[in-house]
């Protein structure tokens, strides 16, 4: 047994929505850490405090309602406090919630370790006038329950010398009554403890109950064990789905107990909340409240964000000028200031949006408005096989698609959370305007903006077909559920947002700022070298390479400098512009540009409308391409996610030059 | 109590009409519509801004049509009018930063009175309505989120 | 309303707006049928329809004290009776 007088780890769980964070950041102030945990894309937090001679680590759990590994969250909080076995469970509880949130609470009381309740938001429950009685539900449970109000900092000392007090003491053992099904839990525990090296590693009547509940974790440590077969064939002949509903059952009989000794009063109002709701997800009303409050969103993100950007843009220009001028030799020069600081700034341009943009969100996520967006939007949204909270993301990536990505963070389910990003791409973000705003103009003018809108359109009949075709086949089977809790509206706090925007804010800069930083000089090698060269000329690498590789594109009716042009649309697509700038000879003038490309007799309506929508589907931009690669862990999902959107590009082209080519050429 | 109602029914009835007209002279104004006359209200003839004002309008509007919770419609079109004010502010705000910054050219020649807009003074009314039934608008029944 | 003799009684997705019900049991399988008991739909809870999003799904129930939303999918996978007949919670239930 190690010293845990001096060193207390302690395991944060709780129900989402019940102030998890926010005890969190108050425990540990800003001492923490952020990771993943491995393997999954679930983000593990940790963090530390010193308090009476005691290190007390915390590991914030991913918030869930119950222990069943069913979900990644699940899993991983189950296998930390099973693997890892902190000395403490601690667990957050929603006083005004009380009888859902002990659901969690039983299932922790199986683990068998010494665990304290934090009574949160107990604020809320006294206002409305409902008293709780703390020493009987100690005594019920077993555990120290001490009132908290995490947002305000209330209870923490409190807190802390019950972790402190029980981390030193054997457990109380309190366990639920399961009935009838006792006998079946006895009969299996007695299976499981006939393996001594598992039955001294895991708590048996835990296992017992796991295993009538069809957990994939438990099942998975047994899978390989020889008493696996016994119970196989002991599980195969008892009803589980009528078990995991008895014990369901049983446990929510002991919480009426429990609430019904402990709770005076706890019929919860919601008048305030529910009045709300009559208007913002009203059946009329409800969609179009959305959609304008997006639209400020929208505006705030992009346009709020413009004299910053300006900002950032114009001072890595004047750094990047100073540079050229004094930095020797030339090449070093050149790299420092067209690869380094051009890619740094190409990083650190976005920051504004993303800062705005995430307390907009956390805005609207710690009022409870998202929850309701997504039960306003789910039904159009699983028609196309995504889901509610898909439409934010969405909706957000016409601006940008790399918050937009970061945003799908909100989506708790794996799978719908994958397909959200893997079509995020194809919605057209403003970096992808000024190459429609150029052909379009150039060789439209009449009905420049229906072609235009045309992109957006496109753009969203791909992300549809898109998302459609991965739940038919890559995710076949696999059927998505739909059961949210729909929180009551509260009052963000400035804190709270503060402390979410500035984590999303330093992950971006952290973790796409070096894949991006990478993406971007290597192009630069590839458009200065071999030294000598006219930067992104016809005799550099890329140059080239985009000779190479035109008799893949002809088909397309695009020649090598279209091809290299859209190489450089790879670092930002509003890159190709400036590129096609350069090839062409235009020099910095957008009107020379648009003469010389009418001037250009291999281009015409058809050639210069497949070119629009190539550049829109193309694959994401490098740093979209490094987020989904931060986000999703997955270098299979991020090359897919890159060589879908060419081959997708490619095929409608290449049908629309095959086609329209002869029809209209 | 009753009284109180009626008085705020009434407000939302007289914002639900304002709102409404102005929305509709902001898309009429969006598609093409005469801008010279418009432009005297600050009408920018925009269709986004113009629908912002139609569903803000429609919120006020309903509070006449679900009369059993009466003050609910009128206290949220308070709430969405007072958000866009404070989100037009901001954006005014922005460019006007910009415009200090970096000089007329780089704004297009924008000036404060292209910030201007129907959505700012029906938003100044709607929050000064805010003001009047604050306790009403009972944001404080609302716990502080701890999530 | 509620015939005896049927095996399949009514669903949650068959309540009205404003409708209150108990739950009589759970059908869903797999990992979906832990997450809608673990949210506290156990036989015996009583439970009011609040409303349906605006194109009709998914709805908005009201249990324990706190509000749910659902897709009519998984609503259909929870019996509902008017009365809690049968499914009291705590008492010995026999001959399954």
């Known amino acids: 047994m190690q010293d845990v007088s001096k060193n207390v780890r302690v395991a944060l769980c709780g129900n989402p929505n019940v102030g998890k964070s926010s005890l969190f950041n108050a425990l540990t102030d800003s001492r923490q850490h952020v990771g993943n945990w491995p393997g999954v894309t679930v983000e593990r937090k940790s963090g530390y405090r010193v308090y009476r001679g005691h290190r ?6 991913p918030g869930t309602y119950s222990l069943i590994a069913s979900s990644k969250d699940e899993e991983v909080a189950t296998k930390y406090i099973i693997e890892e076995s902190p000395d403490v469970v601690l667990q957050v509880v929603d006083s005004s919630n009380l009888e859902r949130n002990l659901y969690l609470t039983m299932q922790l009381m199986e683990f068998g370790k010494p665990m304290v309740l934090a009574m949160n938001m107990s604020d809320i429950t006294e206002d409305r006038g409902d008293s709780l009685d703390l020493d009987v539900l100690k005594r019920f449970l077993g555990a120290p329950a001490v009132r908290t109000v995490a947002s305000e900092g209330i209870g923490l000392e409190e807190l802390l010398d019950a972790i402190v007090g029980v981390a030193k003491r054997i457990p109380v053992d309190r366990r639920v009554g399961y009935g009838e099904l006792e006998a079946t839990i006895s009969d299996l525990r007695d299976m499981v403890e006939r393996d001594a090296e598992i039955s001294s590693r895991y708590p048996s009547r835990w296992m017992a109950t796991r295993l009538i509940e069809n957990d994939s974790y438990v099942k998975g440590l047994l899978a390989d064990r020889p008493i696996w077969k016994d119970l196989e064939a002991y599980l195969s002949n008892i009803d589980r789905e009528e078990g995991e509903m008895d014990l369901a059952d049983s446990r929510y009989t002991v919480i ?9 009063r706890c019929k919860p109002k919601r008048s305030v909340s529910d009045s ?9 009303l409800g969609i179009p409240i959305f959609l304008i409050l997006l639209w400020g969103a929208f505006e705030l993100t992009f346009s709020a964000a413009a004299p910053f950007m300006d900002l950032i843009d114009a001072g890595f220009a004047e750094l990047g000028d100073w540079v050229a001028g004094n930095v020797r030799p030339e090449w070093l020069a050149s790299l420092l200031a067209d690869g380094v600081i051009g890619g740094v700034g190409s990083v650190l341009i976005f920051l504004p949006n993303i800062v705005i943009m995430f307390m907009i969100l956390g805005i609207l996520e710690d009022s409870g408005y998202m929850a309701r967006v997504a039960f306003l939007m789910d039904r159009l949204m699983s028609r196309v096989g995504l889901q509610g909270k898909s439409a934010i993301p969405l909706i957000m990536g016409f601006g940008c698609n790399l918050p937009a990505i970061m945003a799908t963070r909100s989506i708790e389910d794996r799978k719908d959370r994958l397909i959200t990003i893997m079509v995020t791409p194809f919605m057209s973000c403003s970096a992808r305007l000024p190459v429609y705003i150029l052909f379009a103009g150039a060789f439209f003018s009449h009905m420049a903006g229906t072609i235009v809108f045309m992109m957006y359109m496109i753009g969203i009949a791909a992300a549809i077909f898109t998302a459609m075709a991965l739940r038919a086949f890559v995710f076949k089977g696999e059927p998505s559920a739909f059961i949210m809790e729909l929180p009551p509206y509260r009052l963000p706090t400035t804190r709270s947002v503060g402390v979410h925007t ?22 630069w090698a590839l458009a200065s070298l071999p030294f000598g060269v006219e930067y992104g ?24 400098r279209i091809a290299v042009a859209l190489l450089f649309g790879f670092v930002a697509k509003e890159i190709i512009v400036g ?6 000879g235009a020099g910095q003038n957008e009107n020379a540009l648009t003469d010389a490309l009418k001037a250009d007799g291999s281009l015409n309506q058809v050639n210069a409308f497949g070119l629009m929508t190539f550049s829109l589907l193309y694959m994401p931009c490098v740093a979209t391409a490094g987020i989904i690669w931060g986000e999703t862990r997955s270098w299979k999902w ?28 | 109590m009753k009284e109180d109602d009626s008085r705020l029914m009434w407000f939302g009835a007289l914002l639900a009409a304002a709102y409404l007209v102005f929305g509709t002279l902001e898309v009429l104004g969006g598609i093409g519509y005469d801008g010279e006359r418009l432009g005297d209200l600050y009408v920018q003839g925009g269709i986004m801004d113009g629908l912002v004002l139609l569903v803000i ?12 919770d009466p003050s609910v419609f009128p206290l949220m079109g308070i709430s969405l009018g007072t958000i866009f004010l404070v989100i037009y502010l901001v954006l005014m705000g922005a460019n006007l930063l910009s415009l200090l910054m970096f000089g007329s050219e780089h704004v297009d020649g924008w000036t404060i009175a292209d910030g201007m807009r129907p959505g700012i003074y029906l938003g100044v009314i709607s929050a000064l309505g805010g003001v009047v039934w604050r306790k009403r608008l009972s944001l404080t029944m609302l716990s502080r989120a701890g999530a | 309303m509620f015939d005896e003799t049927k095996r399949e009684g009514p669903s949650l997705a068959d309540l009205p707006i404003g409708a209150k019900a108990f739950v009589e049991s759970v059908k869903a399988k797999g990992s979906i049928r832990g997450r809608i008991l673990a949210m506290g739909l156990v036989p015996g809870t009583a439970l009011e329809v609040v409303r349906k999003a605006p194109m009709g799904d998914p709805i908005e129930i009201v249990l324990k004290g706190y509000h749910l939303s659902l897709r009519s999918g998984e609503a259909r996978a929870v019996k509902v009776s008017s009365t809690p007949v049968g499914t009291l919670r705590g008492i010995e239930k026999e001959g399954r």
């Open chain 1, 56 to 61: 007390i680590e915390i590991v914030d759990l």
């Open chain 1, 502 to 523: 500035w984590d999303r804010a330093f992950l971006y800069v952290k973790k796409a700022g070096t894949i991006i930083l990478l993406g971007v000089v290597a192009i």
């Open chain 1, 579 to 584: 590129g096609l700038m350069t090839l062409y």
């Open chain 1, 276 to 284: 709300m709701d009559r208007v913002l997800v009203h059946r009329y």
């Open chain 1, 537 to 560: 000329s016809e005799a550099s690498w890329i140059g080239a390479i985009g000779k190479v590789i035109e008799p893949l594109v002809e088909p397309l009716g695009f020649d090598w």
């Open chain 1, 256 to 264: 009426d107990e429990v609430v019904a000794l402990s709770c005076k």
């Open chain 2, 57 to 68: 309008g429609a919120v006020f509007a309903f509070g006449w049509k679900e009369r059993d």
């Open chain 1, 638 to 665: 991020t090359m897919f996610s890159i060589v879908y959107g060419i081959v997708l590009a490619y095929a409608i082209a290449l049908l629309i030059w095959q086609v329209g080519g002869p029809l209209f050429g």
